[in-house]
């Protein structure tokens, strides 16, 4: 036996080495060469939360909050703490069955999995908040309220420039190269797209400790690695609040636009849209409901007619054509032109409103009395000029001034989808009139018509630079922004001064007194005002539109532009009522009413009975409200057959408390949801594409037509 | 009377005399490891001290069952070493009866059959019997008329070992099953032919390549080598014909075994699940055949087979994340927030694994094989035949215990739920492996006497 002992102990010895060789190996693979363990160990274990800071306030040039941040509540449930509830008694609260209950549940187990808490209903509305808010002991640990932060517009105004936020999608997301993430919320339109980095602040990074079951049990090493978020930052405007909700008012069931510019600064005082409706339904939980019903409206309220909104300026440009031919050299202050009626310089006389009697002995009566051939023929002077080679040239450079007075191209404003308008250039012509074309060819350039486009924003800008006298800054709402950082750059370009003209002042006083003529004896007289001198010039252009397929004349938009006080001006104005005729019918006074109230603080108790009489007013196009008409009958049907009740069909709609208040000021039945949504959510975020045909093509081609002769 | 408790008080300094303070020490260190693993694991918050004292903690029990083993090891120092011979093979009888007994008795708790419950205190008949087995087969190689060269002695050693395993296994416990036998190592060094390690290796060989690779492929794999092997040896062969038999029945029996024994083996034998563990092992799926197994093994299997990946899985990133020095003890996240399934019992390795690191795991094994090392070492200085072989079975048992259960934690071996050494929380895996190394540290202490 003795024989093997001594190499059998060995031989076991060697086993009993070999493996701990082997397993010590292991080991050393596993633990020293394996580093992607510790990021699974990571990934298992930590939990990386992202706060999301408070969006920063907007406030208005007196300091008023216009843009902030209000509490929603949530019911939050925790599907694994459910055992002894009294559910039933929440399902009365919340006015649901218990069938639908299940279903909510089941839901939210498949988002977020038992352990972890989802929402139960999202913004609770006031009375179920304070039932629940006193019941809520009753249904703990199962269900609680949580608050979220939502934005909130305290007085309903200024849809359009304030913005609003939504989720990002996926386009986003690409686009921003994934700084955000699935489920944030980021502004999309308006100042709160444009201010988006400043406004949405610092997020800050949690990391929380998981177990096994994705339950949160603790802060990760103390909190060592996190990173506190840091609020947005606060935005100081020049609007002036009360002014932009006179000017909504003035607005209300009309379609146009009004800007209002400070002169000195280019700060926008209110810049209205109509029609507008309530910012506040597209915060909350009804958003997307809303967003759909307003983006299918005819009458587009999403739609910023201030900047996006582009129109023939009409004799608005007058004088900028004065301007121009003065600078030119063409004309001095003194030149007149004997007008008969009508300009007969080129083939198709121009008709003007006044006949003889020395309406355009000089610049001056001409602006006050708005002559067509006056303008016409200055124009052509400009643009014939002899110190240029040929018309060609003549024209090239009477656009690199209408570029310079800002038409043409687009401002800066700081809110996004700014429309630049239209002046055409040389070489549209030369294509369009295969190199022949003369000065009389675009004459109508000269009274504002023709291939020659305009924004109301661009407008006002025009205002202020013959207020200033030739120059202007970059009109823009943000005067400052609260703290230090490194977005402040984003108003550098408003600090820019832009020169214009180099036209001494004394020759500026001309076009200012001829507009002041405008208001104490012209065509604008509506907007006297007692103790200001105001200078303002009206506009009716001529406008085309497709209703039906056919292309036809509408109704003449009115404008109407203004500055005041004239020797100190503090306010410019530009105002377009579409298709309400004559320029100093609809536009004159609003914009009378908006300079009396920004320039005295306050409005005369007769013109308030004036504000009620403009904002009752409707002036919107039938083929419009036809349009709406038959969307809105169709939508009743598809929700009639989704109910199976024909009893919506005959327009009695029951009211409901909850019932979003469009404040569009056109009064519409909007379909109230029976449970759950009207329309599936789905079908709601891109409402066109279930649309039958008629309705896609419905809105009436609201691009104004080009006019040629 | 007075008798008895005179030869008490003579025998009292005689407890210390001739202990092996060594593997005595290296016990105590690795139970007091074993218990702040546990610890570690299971620590929520409360108290510490009150944890420890209140024995209502995991790692609280496992330091009353500390304490209780080693009032056991005590009184089995007090113990005449003739005892043990004397009552091995009643011992084995009892076991016998209480493994049996096992049947009709047992509570299914956790997958396994093999637990006696009775008024909250569990029993693992299969778990003690080990003790019983080693020194039944140490009294049956030192008897004087065993003749261990002779191959009817070879097949009783055998016997006592395989008989226990075999029932075992009927009791779901195919672990504690593989542990009988590194009882082999024991007859290994008695005298066993080393032919039949290597044998049973190379069917260890064979049976992981049928799993690994097509049927067909390994049989012409076979094939060849058998015909290279007959190229190689041609001129023997030529001599010797009975040499060309033996290869081919060689190759005939490998191929048997590839293509019959270890589907029939899987299908019939193994449980779906327990073949599923295997295959896991080795990194393959579970090849299901709907014509042989019901709906309800098919779920069963697929279960298991997300239970298991994920507790290797899981077990890999909590011993691979603890990197060099670890990330400290109750720092581990792994283990700490329960990613690791049973990590107080048959993973308990895992805390040590990202607690503290590859260089506390390799201190913690080297402890093991210092032990080991230690156990053959006192084994080799024994007199008698019968304190050898019962120290060899020792250090054969927790060398698989180890084997298998680290193994198992570093994803080297299919999991197979068997407690680590000393460390493992759990009373009857910690008061056996006490009592089998304080039997022979009372057998060491009387090496110098013989016997039988």
């Known amino acids: ?709 | 009377m007075q008798a008895c408790c005179e030869k008490m008080n003579s025998r009292q300094p005689e407890i210390s005399k001739g202990i092996d303070w060594i593997l005595l020490w290296v016990y105590v260190i690795l139970v007091c490891i074993g218990i702040t693993s546990i610890f570690a694991a299971t620590y929520r918050n409360e108290p510490i001290v009150q944890g420890f004292l209140s024995f209502k903690t995991d790692y609280g029990k496992q330091l009353l069952f500390f304490g209780f083993s080693l009032v056991i090891g005590t009184v089995i120092l007090l113990t005449d070493s003739k005892f043990f011979t004397a009552t091995a093979n009643l011992f084995y009888v009892l076991g016998m009866v209480l493994l049996l007994l096992v049947f009709p008795f047992h509570t299914e708790v956790k997958g396994t059959e093999s637990i006696i419950r009775f008024s909250g205190f569990q029993l693992q008949p299969a778990e003690l019997f080990k003790i019983f087995v080693n020194l039944a087969l140490a009294k049956y190689l030192a008897r004087i008329e065993t003749d261990f060269s002779r191959l009817k002695s070879q097949l009783t050693a055998a016997a006592l070992v395989v008989a226990p395993a075999i029932i075992t296994i009927m009791q779901s416990e195919t672990g504690l099953a593989l542990v009988y036998f590194s009882f082999f190592l024991v007859m290994y060094r008695e005298g066993l032919p080393s032919a039949v390690l290597i044998i049973g290796f190379s069917l260890a060989v064979l049976v992981i390549a049928t799993l690994l690779m097509d049927p067909n492929v390994l049989a012409i794999s076979l094939t060849l080598i058998a015909l290279a092997i007959i190229y190689i040896l041609r001129k023997q062969v030529r001599r010797n014909k009975e040499l060309l038999v033996l290869i081919a029945g060689i190759w005939l029996i490998c191929v048997g075994i590839q293509r019959f024994a270890v589907p029939f083996f899987f299908n019939k034998v193994l449980k779906p699940y327990q073949v599923q563990r295997i295959y896991a092992t080795v990194g393959r799926d579970f090849p299901v055949d709907p014509k042989t197994m019901t709906e309800e093994d098919i779920k069963k299997v697929e279960d298991r087979k997300k239970a298991s990946s994920y507790n290797v899985k899981q077990s890999k990133i909590a011993i691979g994340s603890g990197g060099f020095i670890g990330k400290g003890l109750l720092k581990g996240t792994q283990t700490r927030y329960d990613f690791v399934p049973e990590q107080r019992t048959d993973f308990i390795f895992c805390t040590i694994g990202e607690g503290f690191g590859f260089v506390g795991s390799a201190i913690l094994l080297l402890l093991y094989l210092l032990m080991l090392f230690r156990i053959v070492f006192i084994a080799e200085r024994q007199r008698s035949t019968f304190s050898r072989c019962y120290a060899y079975g020792v250090a054969a048992v927790i060398f698989f215990h180890i084997l298998i259960n680290i193994g198992m934690t570093v994803g080297l071996i299919p999991v197979i739920g068997i407690p680590l050494p000393f460390m493992s929380y759990g009373g009857t895996a910690l008061i056996t492996f006490t009592v089998l190394v304080f039997i022979l540290i009372r057998l060491d202490a009387d090496r110098q006497m013989v016997l039988r």
Not at chain 1, 75 to 87: F, N
Not at chain 1, 136 to 153: A, K, N, T
Not at chain 1, 292 to 306: G, M
Not at chain 1, 619 to 639: A, F, N, T
């Open chain 1, 1 to 709: 036996m003795s024989v093997f002992n001594q190499s059998r102990q060995t031989v076991i010895r060697l086993i009993i080495l070999s493996t701990f060789v082997i397993l010590i190996a292991r080991l050393f693979v596993l633990q020293i060469l394996s580093p992607e363990f510790q990021l699974q160990a990571m990934d298992n274990a930590v939990d990386r939360k992202i706060i999301y800071p408070d969006r920063g306030i907007i406030f208005d040039r007196n300091g008023k909050a216009i843009l902030e941040n209000t509490l929603t509540h949530d019911l939050m449930i925790l599907p694994t703490q459910l055992k002894g509830i009294d559910t039933l008694g929440l399902c009365e609260i919340l006015g649901i069955d218990s069938a639908e209950f299940r279903q909510k549940l089941v839901t939210s187990i498949i988002k977020n999995g038992r352990y972890r808490p989802s929402v139960f209903e999202a913004s609770l509305p006031d009375e179920k908040f304070v039932k629940l808010q006193e019941n809520i002991y009753r249904f703990e640990p199962g269900f609680y309220l949580q608050d979220r932060p939502i934005r909130s517009y305290p007085h309903k105004a200024a849809a359009h420039l304030l913005g609003y936020i939504g989720e990002v999608d996926s386009n986003i997301l690409r686009r921003t190269n994934y700084y955000y993430q699935m489920g944030d919320y980021m502004g999309l339109t308006g100042i709160e797209r444009y201010y988006e980095p400043i406004l949405m602040g610092q997020r800050g990074i949690k990391y929380q400790i998981k177990d096994n079951r994705n339950r949160i049990v603790g802060s990760f090493e103390e909190g060592r690695y996190d990173t506190a978020a840091s609020a947005g930052r606060s935005l100081r405007t020049y609007l002036d609040i009360d002014i932009q909700v006179l000017a909504e008012k003035l607005m209300s069931n009309k379609l146009g636009a009004v800007v209002a510019i400070e002169p000195k600064t280019g700060g926008i005082i209110a810049m209205a849209s109509g029609p507008s409706y309530d910012p506040n339904l597209l915060t909350g939980s009804q958003r997307r409901r809303n967003f759909s019903w307003l983006l299918t409206d005819t009458a587009r309220p999403l739609f910023n007619r201030a900047v996006q909104g582009v129109y023939p300026p009409g004799s608005t440009v007058k004088p900028m054509g004065a301007i121009i031919a003065l600078d030119e050299g063409v004309i001095t202050p003194e030149y007149g032109y004997a007008c008969g009626g009508s300009y007969l310089g080129c083939r198709r006389p121009i008709k003007c409103t006044h006949a003889g009697g020395g309406h355009a002995s000089n610049l001056r009566r001409a602006l006050a009395n708005s002559c067509n051939s006056y303008f016409s023929h200055i124009y052509r002077l400009a643009v014939d000029n002899p110190a240029y080679k040929n018309t060609d040239e003549g024209y090239a450079k009477w656009k690199q001034y209408t570029n310079s007075f800002g038409m043409g191209v687009r401002l800066g404003v700081d809110l996004p989808g700014e429309k630049p308008g239209f002046i055409a250039d040389t070489s549209f012509y030369n294509k369009l009139y295969n190199r022949s074309w003369n000065s009389c060819t675009n004459v109508f350039l000269g009274i504002g018509q023709g291939e020659m486009t305009a924004s109301p924003l661009q407008m006002a800008n025009l205002m202020s630079i013959i207020a200033n006298k030739g120059y202007y800054y970059t009109p823009h709402f943000v005067e400052k922004i609260d703290g230090k950082g490194i977005g402040d750059t984003v108003l550098n370009p408003f600090k820019v001064k832009h020169e214009v003209t180099h036209i001494p002042d004394d020759v500026y006083e001309i076009v200012q007194l001829g507009m002041q003529d405008v208001v104490e004896s012209g065509t604008a007289r509506v907007a006297k005002l007692e103790g200001i001198a105001v200078a303002a010039k009206t506009g009716t252009s001529e406008n085309y539109g497709f209703i039906n397929g056919k292309r036809e004349k509408l109704a003449d938009h009115s404008w109407f532009v203004c500055f005041a006080p004239r020797e100190n001006p503090k306010i410019a104005i530009a105002v377009i009522v579409e298709n309400a005729g004559f320029g100093a019918t609809w536009a004159g006074p609003i914009a009378a009413l908006l300079m009396e109230k920004y320039l005295n603080d306050t409005l005369r108790t007769e013109r308030l009975k004036e504000v009620e009489r403009i904002a009752a007013k409707e002036i919107i196009l039938p083929v419009v409200k036809q349009k709406r008409m038959r969307l809105d009958s169709i939508r009743r049907v598809k929700l009639a057959l989704e109910m199976g009740d024909s009893s919506v069909l005959h327009n009695s709609l029951p009211e409901s408390p909850d019932k979003p208040q469009i404040d569009v000021n056109i009064r519409r039945e909007l379909p109230k949801p029976i449970k759950n949504n009207i329309l599936p959510k789905k079908d709601s975020s891109k409402p066109s594409d279930k649309l039958p045909d008629t309705i896609k093509n419905a809105g009436v081609l609201r691009k104004d037509e080009l006019k040629t002769t």
